[in-house]
């Protein structure tokens, strides 16, 4: 067991290794990759948020014969959604981004607080997905049991 701590200590005062250091960089590239993808996501989001809204608007206008029964708050509906969704989305994708910055300055330019700060958004990332994706289990078993309850009293 000391070997494997004085192994550990050895390599930790070395700095980090030259595969460590690859590894490192790729996981920035595909990271920044996908920030940038999803930042184009969240823009075509509103982009589509505000063109469903108008759509279901001008859909719901009496001279088309057929008017929603929610009148013209159906186009703002749509609207919001859409925007929650890219509001909900937008954070993890910053998180990601960010930390694909801040490992490429940290490992390119050998600064230790850019390289902790990388680290710290990219555990902001997973914290804030994984958040979410308990929030989303959780309304899906909720919905799930209240579907349940709805089919026994049928």
């Not at 930790?12 to 960089?25: A, K, M, P, V």
């Not at 929650?84 to 993890?92: D, I, K, N, S, V």
């Not at 958004?121 to 308990?134: A, D, Q």
Request: charged share 15%; proline share 2%.
């Amino acid at each position: 067991m000391e070997t494997l701590d004085n192994n550990i200590s050895n390599n930790s005062e070395q700095g980090f290794n030259g595969q460590i250091r690859d590894y490192i960089l790729e996981i920035a590239r595909w990271a920044r990759f996908i920030g940038i993808v999803g930042f184009i996501g969240i823009g075509l989001m509103v982009i589509l948020g505000f063109y469903m809204g108008a759509a279901m608007n001008s859909l719901s206008r009496p001279e088309f014969g057929e008017v929603s029964p929610m009148g013209g708050m159906s186009g703002g509906i749509f609207t919001f959604v859409y925007l929650l969704m890219a509001a909900l989305y937008f954070f993890p994708v910053y998180y990601l981004y960010k930390s694909a910055i801040g490992l490429r300055d940290g490992i390119r330019n050998g600064d230790i607080s850019s390289l902790e700060e990388g680290f710290r958004n990219l555990k902001s990332h997973y914290k804030f997905v994984g958040i979410l994706l308990i929030i989303v289990l959780s309304i899906y078993a909720l919905l799930i049991v209240g579907g349940l309850l709805v089919a026994a009293m049928v």
